[in-house]
């Protein structure tokens, strides 16, 4: 079974950058869809990206789109969220989440994810 555990969170100036990374600490993310979601205090969660397995495809969210870029590394097995020009909007919980290869529009939805990490906190301060 595998399980994610996320890194990179931080404080962040707006106008900044942090890199997380989404590994597997027990199998690997390589065979998986994996996608990033954040929780905000008292918001529900929401999609930022997704990339498929293989990397082929991906999806942002138009809040993070032209600031936000999602890789992977199957080399490495890890998969990273590069996000640049920070803004006290995107601060919250950040959770990767992997789901096995499908096909059709929702691939990119929280309800088809199987497995979830535990989260990295992201603050970005004005």
């Known amino acids: 079974q595998l399980q994610l555990v996320e890194s990179g969170g931080g404080s962040a100036p707006a106008g900044g950058s942090l890199t997380l990374a989404c590994k597997g600490s027990?199998?690997?993310?390589?065979?998986?869809?994996i996608g990033w979601f954040r929780q905000a205090p008292g918001k529900e969660r929401e999609r930022v990206a997704c990339?498929?397995?293989?990397?082929?495809?991906?999806e942002y969210s138009d809040s993070v789109k032209d600031r936000f870029t999602i890789a992977r590394d199957d080399d490495r097995s890890v998969v990273y969220l590069r996000m640049y020009g920070l803004v006290p909007e995107d601060t919250g919980r950040y959770y990767c989440?992997?789901?096995?290869?499908?096909?059709?529009?929702?691939?990119?939805?929280?309800?088809?994810?199987?497995?979830w990490g535990v989260g990295t906190l992201v603050t970005v301060s004005a």
């Open positions: 990339i498929s397995s293989g990397g082929s495809f991906t």
């Open positions: 989440t992997a789901g096995r290869p499908t096909y059709g529009d929702d691939w990119c939805r929280a309800s088809t994810m199987d497995t």
């Open positions: 027990v199998g690997t993310v390589n065979a998986y869809r």
